[in-house]
């Protein structure tokens, strides 16, 4: 059995438009930035990323993530960010445009993996 987060990350300003997003607790921030980025056709190669305890810019961060997986971030595990269910983040991608996203942990939950993670398990239809 491994222990799985399922977070909710959805646009700050566009609610409407979210993905649902399974992670087991010992993968990374890396990883996390990873699945996001493909979640919403974000490139890859370009733009740092960052995600924050609370708000955005006015709270802590975990270090910015470089594409590449390279960053002061990029290391540090979901288990370690101590989350608890309904918790939330808040995550920037590319920070000249500043696209703001809050991420909801809606469950932790122990399974038996059967597929690769992290996976995209839901998302909004707009």
């Known amino acids: 059995m491994e222990t799985i987060y399922v977070f909710k ?3 700050k300003y566009r609610k ?3 993905r649902k997003i399974e992670i087991k607790k010992d993968q990374t921030l890396g990883e996390f930035d990873e699945i996001i980025r493909e979640s919403f056709n974000y490139d890859s190669w ?3 990323s960052m995600f924050f305890s609370g708000r955005a810019w006015k709270s802590e ?3 910015q993530i470089e594409p590449g997986s390279q960053g ?3 290391k540090m595990q979901i288990d370690q960010l101590g989350l ?3 918790d939330k983040l808040e995550y920037v991608y590319d920070f000249g ?3 703001q996203h809050v991420i909801t942990l ?6 038996e993996i059967k597929y690769k993670t992290p996976c995209i398990i839901a998302k909004s239809r707009t």
């Open 9 to 11: 990350v959805a646009l």
């Open 97 to 99: 445009d500043d696209i």
């Open 72 to 74: 002061a971030g990029v």
């Open 84 to 86: 608890s269910e309904e």
């Open 61 to 63: 961060d975990f270090g």
């Open 106 to 111: 809606e469950k932790i939950k122990e399974s």
């Open 46 to 48: 370009d733009h740092l």
């Open 16 to 18: 409407g438009l979210w």
